[in-house]
C-alpha cells in the first residue's frame, strides 16, 4: 500500500506581527549593497540641479541612478524588465527604498 503524501500548509493571507524589513532580506555582501555604497559616494550636485523645479515632486536621481546601474549589472536593459523589477524584486525594491518610477521615467 502507497503512503499518503503529506503537505505542509500555507497561508498567503497570513499576517506577521512583525514584518520583515527589505533591509534584513538583503545579504549584507550581495552585489547589490556594493552598488548602493558606491553611487552614495559619487557627487551628483550637477545632476541635481539640472532638475527644474515647480510641478509634482520628482523620483530622486541618486535612486534612479543606482536602480539603472545594476539593473545593467544585471544585464537588464529593457525600461519594462527594470519597472518589472521594481514591482517583484527584492533587491530593486530594497536599492529604492520600494519606489516604483514606471518605464518612462527610468527610460
Keep these: 500500500m502507497k503512503a499518503k503524501a503529506v503537505f505542509k500548509t500555507y497561508d498567503q493571507?497570513?499576517?506577521?506581527?512583525?514584518?520583515?524589513?527589505?533591509?534584513?532580506?538583503?545579504?549584507a555582501h550581495h552585489?547589490?549593497?556594493i552598488v548602493n555604497t558606491?553611487?552614495?559616494?559619487?557627487?551628483?550636485?550637477d545632476l541635481e540641479r539640472s532638475y527644474k523645479g515647480g510641478g509634482t515632486s520628482s523620483y530622486h536621481p541618486r535612486m534612479l541612478l543606482k536602480v539603472t546601474i545594476y539593473a545593467y549589472l544585471r544585464n537588464m536593459y529593457s525600461s519594462r524588465k527594470i519597472e518589472q523589477a521594481l514591482q517583484?524584486?527584492?533587491h530593486f525594491m530594497w536599492l529604492s527604498g520600494q519606489s516604483k518610477p514606471d518605464h518612462n521615467t527610468i527610460n
Design 88 to 90: 517583484e524584486n527584492i
Design 13 to 27: 493571507s497570513q499576517l506577521s506581527l512583525l514584518p520583515p524589513s527589505y533591509d534584513d532580506l538583503v545579504p
Design 38 to 45: 558606491i553611487i552614495d559616494q559619487i557627487d551628483i550636485a
Design 31 to 33: 552585489p547589490v549593497r
